[in-house]
């Protein structure tokens, strides 16, 4: 399934999916001081899933700068691993915070809200 989202690029194909990376990549969200990356990860006609990485600006305080593209490849790492697995499931967000240094899975979180509701 090809997506067409203005806001949307073609970040690669990989495992029969195609990766859109929503532009510029992360983004910051004033309400929770978080820098906000989302994905839209597609096959055939039968699956379409949104895949976000969030991490808090308050890290950079605590460490010094973030370095976003390393953040990046991790997220898209994070979404090969479940390619690899046969585990995106249709119309379905995943959602990742930072958390000593890796994503990790949170379910539900306060700074997102479903792509599918």
């Not at 090809?2 to 983004?27: C, S």
């Not at 978080?34 to 305080?61: C, E, P």
Request: overall charge negative; aromatic content about 12%.
């Amino acid at each position: 399934m090809r997506v067409t989202l203005p806001t949307h690029r073609l970040l690669r194909d990989y495992g029969g999916y195609a990766i859109y990376l929503r532009n510029p990549g992360f983004e910051f969200t004033p309400v929770t001081l978080r820098q906000i990356a989302s994905f839209v990860v597609a096959a055939n006609s039968r699956t379409l899933a949104v895949f976000a990485f969030a991490y808090s600006m308050l890290d950079g305080l605590e460490r010094g700068s973030i370095e976003e593209e390393p953040l990046l490849a991790g997220a898209l790492a994070v979404i090969k691993e479940r390619i690899d697995a046969g585990e995106i499931a249709h119309h379905r967000d995943y959602t990742y915070e930072l958390q000593g240094g890796a994503f990790i899975e949170v379910r539900d979180p306060k700074w997102w809200i479903s792509s599918f509701a």
